[in-house]
T-cell receptor, first 115, second 119 residues
Framework: AQKVTQAQTEISVVEKEDVTLDCVYE???????LFWYKQPPSGELVFLIR??????QNEISGRYSWNFQKSTSSFNFTITASQVVDSAVYFC????????????FGPGTSLSVIP | GAVVSQHPSWVICKSGTSVKIECRSL??????MFWYRQFPKQSLMLMAT?????????EQGVEKDKFLINHASLTLSTLTVTSAHPEDSSFYIC???????????????FGNGTRLTVT
């Protein structure tokens, strides 16, 4: 069965600090997709990244970066120089190749960036 | 622009009444849609997979007679919460999955959600 674990329930950082959100996943499929979504207090889901299981290259997008390591089944997300607007709940999610748009979400990490 | 339109964004209803939530795919046909539910401070849990022209597939523990799903057209799926009770108060969000023709690393599209409060 597929599963996503985000061990950090809540994180607080001071503005401009770097912060890493952890994500560990479980799947028996060799083809799968990993996602990160941001959910601000307004509730909508904001897409951040999608990565397939065959692409282990790390990704950087502005202040955001992702570290995908199949050996440890992890897909961690780092925010550099955090800002107050980064305060939100962040979800790591997984979908498997046989039903690639059926997404299983992790429990989420609530990030608070304090000015 | 928005790929998925979900309506209403919020609704308050009295216990015992039914509420219908609509999820529309804009500018493309969605043969499959997904419905999620999110209780306060919790994650999104998949409720059911809505299939155009056939019965929905419900996840374990979701009452199909209470949460009626209709996917009568390729652009519209509806979720009806029947005989709503306060414990059904939640955030409901739909997804159309990947838009045909988009590259593999494109986002899966979600509606903006419906916040249901049952009094």
């Amino acid at each position: 069965a597929q599963k996503v674990t985000q061990a950090q329930t809540e994180i607080s950082v001071v503005e401009k600090e770097d912060v890493t959100l952890d994500c560990v996943y479980e799947t028996r499929d060799t083809t799968y997709y990993l996602f990160w979504y941001k959910q601000p207090p307004s509730g909508e889901l904001v897409f951040l990244i999608r990565r397939n299981s065959f692409d282990e290259q790390n990704e950087i997008s502005g202040r955001y970066s992702w570290n995908f390591q199949k050996s440890t089944s992890s897909f961690n997300f780092t925010i550099t120089a955090s800002q107050v607007v980064d305060s939100a709940v962040y979800f790591c999610a997984l979908s498997e190749g046989t039903s690639y748009d059926k997404v299983i979400f992790g429990p989420g990490t609530s990030l608070s960036v304090i000015p | 622009g928005a790929v998925v339109s979900q309506h209403p964004s919020w609704v308050i209803c009295k216990s015992g009444t039914s509420v219908k939530i609509e999820c529309r795919s804009l500018d493309f046909q969605a043969t499959t849609m997904f419905w999620y539910r999110q209780f306060p401070k919790q994650s999104l849990m998949l409720m059911a997979t809505s299939n155009e022209g056939s019965k929905a597939t419900y996840e374990q523990g979701v009452e199909k007679d209470k949460f009626l799903i209709n996917h009568a057209s390729l652009t519209l799926s509806t979720l009806t919460v029947t005989s709503a009770h306060p414990e059904d108060s939640s955030f409901y969000i739909c997804s159309t999955g990947q838009v045909p023709g988009e590259v593999y690393n494109s986002p899966l599209h979600f509606g903006n959600g419906t916040r249901l409060t049952v009094t």
